[in-house]
Structure formats: C-alpha cells, structure tokens
C-alpha cells in the first residue's frame, strides 16, 4: 500500500472514484454525482495541481482525502480535512489508517499543527474513525447539507497536532 498526493497521471482514475464515492455515499459528500461527473478535465488539472489531493494505492486508487491549508497567515496553522474515501471493499485493511497519516503528514509539511473536519452527525461510523485517530468533538453545525428537501446537521472535529 502507498500512500502519497495525487498526480496528473492519477487524474481520470481519481474522477471515477469520486464519482463512485459521492454515488455510494450521497450523503457523506458535499457534491452531487451529476456536479462531480460534469467536472472537466481542466478543472480536475488544477485540482491536482493544488497539492491537497491525497491517495491510497494498492493495485490502483482505493481512497482519497484533501488536505488544504488556510492561506490567510493568521490561520496558516489550520488545515481542513476533506473528502475522505476508501472503497467499502478496502474498509479494515489499513488503506483508511494510511491515508489519513498521509494527510497528517502533508498538513504537518505546511506548517499545520491544527486540522479540523466535518462530518455528518448521522455517519456514526466515520464518527469513530475519525475519534480513534484523535480528533475532538467540537460542535455542531445546524442544517449543513439539504438532500431531496431532508436537512443533515454536520459535526466539527479538530485534531491538534504536535509542534
């Protein structure tokens, strides 16, 4: 398993997999199926080229999480953790635990020593995930997200890094 950002090469096969994961989990994502599949080729470049696109690989793209960083310098030190995705038939194999050090890892490279999340409140799972990998609850963010006219609240989580 490797664990590192994800390239140009990387591109098309990065698509397919956030179409599939935004499909299989509507309502982990922000974004719709149709929003992720109109995104074009160019935009997907400058996505990239960012350099807040993490992947797992193993035999291929399994899973992929942004990390951005705050550009403001009185923020520099936060980072936000999102999307998270590896494919269900990867779940307990270590792909999640690995990509999830792999952002840690790149937000620590920046100068981040704060990352905070969303996360849906109704995502029980992802909850404990992102709890045993040390990040707190910190609130709740009232009607986040409207699927099909149902109103989700998110929670926020912040993980304070060593520095």
Known sequence: METRLITAEDAQEYHALWIRAVTEFPLAF??????????????????????????????????????GQRPLVRTRHRATLGPFFVMSECHGTGAADALM???????????????????????????????????????????????????????YYCLELPH
């Open 30 to 67: 922000l974004m719709e199926p149709a929003e992720v599949a109109a995104v074009t080729d160019d935009q997907l470049v400058n996505m990239i080229a960012a350099g807040r696109l993490m992947g797992v690989f193993h035999n291929g793209l399994i899973g992929f999480a942004g990390i």
């Open 101 to 155: 050090q792999g952002c840690l890892s790149l937000a620590r490279s920046k100068g981040a020593w704060m990352v905070e999340l969303y996360v849906a409140a109704d995502n029980p799972r992802a909850i404990r995930f992102y709890e045993r990998h040390g990040f707190q609850y910190e609130g709740r963010m009232p009607a986040a997200t409207v699927v099909d006219g149902v109103v989700y609240d998110d929670f």
